[in-house]
Every structure is written in structure tokens, then in C-alpha cells.
């Protein structure tokens, strides 16, 4: 399986600021994947990310909101924008190289005051 | 909608005492249940795949069974390091190599010395 870091691991922001989290993965991947984990409730995904090509965003997420880039096959960005307290939560990226399996990074714990 | 409950919400054991965790699911033609593992302040570890009706995979002090409408994760002999949140996914198919996975709000497990 690949191995996935994220930076940063987490942050405290202030309200109406914007921070970008980075995904790195140790092998060329076609597939990311990036996802909401709130307090008791069920890893929700934001968007997914193929490399060539525009996001796609699931229901009930922006791009506004949540911008992402895939410059390459190996690196992906989410910002999460105008940030508020309802947007506290883990965030984390996922890679599926072969179509089949998704392996998780160790997530973003994000605090916004 | 592709739906995934987990039950129980949480589940406490003594060392050695053996129990199963329940995901049922609703899903458009399922192309993939998934079990992960996630410990605190980390993202989600991948344990196993099941395909399709009847299927069972093993590893270690861990079993995992589908049927057409829900998989269990047998935990025979449980230590306490196997303590820890217990995900479960459905992957649904979104055309071409796309697909999309659902998750559960997950089993936390403590297992007592």
C-alpha cells in the first residue's frame, strides 16, 4: 500500500481565515479522495481529485468552499475557505492506485475559533 | 442513497471474550464492502474486502462475513490492543472507473484487561 502523509497534522485558525492542507503520496496514484470526519458522525466525502482533470464535489460541498488542486500524480491541496467553527473536524486524504483498495493519511485535526 | 449502519454504537469487552460487530447496508449494485480499523488521532487502516454473498476473510483474531444485507466482524479471543474504532464501507459504482464509498459511523471497541 502507498504511503500517505499530510501537512499540517493539525492547526487552530480564527474565523473567516482560509487554510490549505497537503496530501503526499510516495508512488503515482490516479485516484484521491478527500473526506470530513465530524465527531460522531461517519467520514463524509468532500470531492474527488483525478489528476487531468476539474474536481468533482459532492452534494453539499463547493468549490468555493473547499478549492482543491492535483498538480501532479503524487500531491494534492485542500483549502478550506472563510472558515467557521462548524468547519472543526478531521479532514483526510485517500489514494486508490489500482481502482480497488483506498488507503487513508493519518488526517488534518482543524480547530477554527 | 447508498445507506451503512453499524451497530453497536460501541461495544465493551474483557480480554479473551469473544463478540461480533454488525454493518448492514443499502446499496445501488455493490461493487465492494470494506472493514477498516482506526485508532485515536489516526486515519482509517485498511483490514479487508468482501465482494460478494458468502465470502470470509481472516486475519489474526479477525473474521469478516458477508451476506446480501449485512457483514459481521468476529473478534474471537479480543486482546486489548485490538481496541479501537471499527469502520465499515459499501462501494457503489458513479460509470467508468469512478465509484464512490459510504461509510458507517463505526464500532468503538475497548477490550479490558
Known amino acids: 500500500s502507498a504511503v500517505i502523509s499530510q501537512k499540517p497534522s493539525r492547526d487552530i485558525c480564527q474565523r473567516g481565515t482560509s487554510l490549505t492542507i497537503q496530501c503526499q503520496v510516495d508512488?503515482?496514484?490516479?485516484?484521491m479522495f478527500w473526506y470530513r470526519q465530524q465527531p460522531g458522525q461517519s467520514l463524509t466525502l468532500i470531492a474527488t481529485?483525478?489528476?487531468?482533470?476539474?474536481?468533482?464535489?459532492e452534494s453539499g460541498f463547493v468549490i468555493d468552499k473547499f478549492p482543491i488542486s492535483r498538480p501532479n500524480l503524487t500531491f494534492s491541496t485542500l483549502t478550506v475557505s472563510n472558515m467557521s467553527p462548524e468547519d472543526s473536524s478531521i479532514y483526510l486524504c485517500?489514494?486508490?492506485?489500482?481502482?480497488?483498495?483506498?488507503?487513508f493519511g493519518p488526517g488534518t485535526r482543524l480547530t477554527v475559533l | 442513497e447508498d445507506q451503512v449502519t453499524q451497530s453497536p454504537e460501541a461495544l465493551r469487552l474483557q480480554e479473551g471474550e469473544s463478540s461480533s460487530l454488525n454493518c448492514s447496508y443499502t446499496?445501488?449494485?455493490?461493487?465492494?464492502l470494506f472493514w477498516y480499523r482506526q485508532d485515536p488521532g489516526k486515519g482509517p487502516e485498511f483490514l479487508f474486502t468482501?465482494?460478494?454473498a458468502g465470502e470470509e476473510k481472516e486475519k489474526e483474531r479477525l473474521k469478516a462475513t458477508l451476506t446480501k444485507k449485512e457483514s459481521f466482524l468476529h473478534i474471537t479471543a479480543p486482546k486489548p490492543e485490538d481496541s479501537a474504532t471499527y469502520l465499515c464501507?459499501?462501494?457503489?459504482?458513479?460509470?467508468?472507473?469512478?465509484?464512490?464509498?459510504?461509510f458507517g459511523k463505526g464500532t468503538l471497541l475497548t477490550v479490558n484487561p
Open positions: 485517500s489514494v486508490d492506485s489500482f481502482g480497488d483498495t483506498q488507503y
Open positions: 508512488s503515482q496514484v490516479t485516484m
Open positions: 481529485a483525478n489528476q487531468g482533470s476539474e474536481a468533482t464535489y
Open positions: 446499496v445501488s449494485g455493490l461493487r465492494g
Open positions: 468482501l465482494y460478494s
Open positions: 464501507a459499501v462501494r457503489s459504482p458513479r460509470g467508468g472507473s469512478n465509484y464512490k464509498l459510504t
